[in-house]
């Protein structure tokens, strides 16, 4: 069985900064790649950002130059330094691995998410 456990959402003010983190555990064999996901109140979810395991990155456009993705391979850990943050940032962020598993192979997970709001 696997299990994302995303920590550090909280409340912040306009301008700060907050750091998610997000460990995987359970029968994993390797990480394909590990990301960030965010909903806001009455709107989809959307990319916030992605790590390969081979360090690649892709980022929305809302985040350029504000956020940074992170990873620990050894660890499956995946980390989201939210710097200059922004009302708009406000929405519950979910961390999204593919992952292969022993047994059973290459697999989506979710994590149940952890709520950040930005006060202006």
């Known amino acids: 069985q696997v299990q994302l456990v995303e920590s550090g959402g909280g409340l912040v003010q306009a301008g700060g900064s907050l750091r998610l983190s997000c460990v995987a555990s359970?029968?994993?064999?390797?990480?394909?790649?590990m990301g960030w996901y965010r909903q806001a109140p009455g709107k989809q979810r959307e990319l916030v950002a992605v790590?390969?395991?081979?360090?690649?990155?892709n980022y929305a456009d809302s985040v350029k130059g504000r956020f940074t993705i992170s990873r620990d391979n050894a660890k499956n850990t995946v980390y989201l330094q939210m710097n200059s943050l922004k009302p708009e940032d406000t929405a519950v962020y979910y961390c999204?691995?593919?992952?292969?598993?022993?047994?059973?192979?290459?697999?989506?997970?979710w994590g149940k998410g952890t709520l950040v709001t930005v006060s202006s």
């Open positions: 999204k691995a593919d992952l292969i598993i022993t047994g059973s192979g290459r697999m989506d997970y």
């Open positions: 790590v390969t395991s081979g360090g690649s990155t």
């Open positions: 359970g029968n994993i064999f390797s990480s394909i790649a």
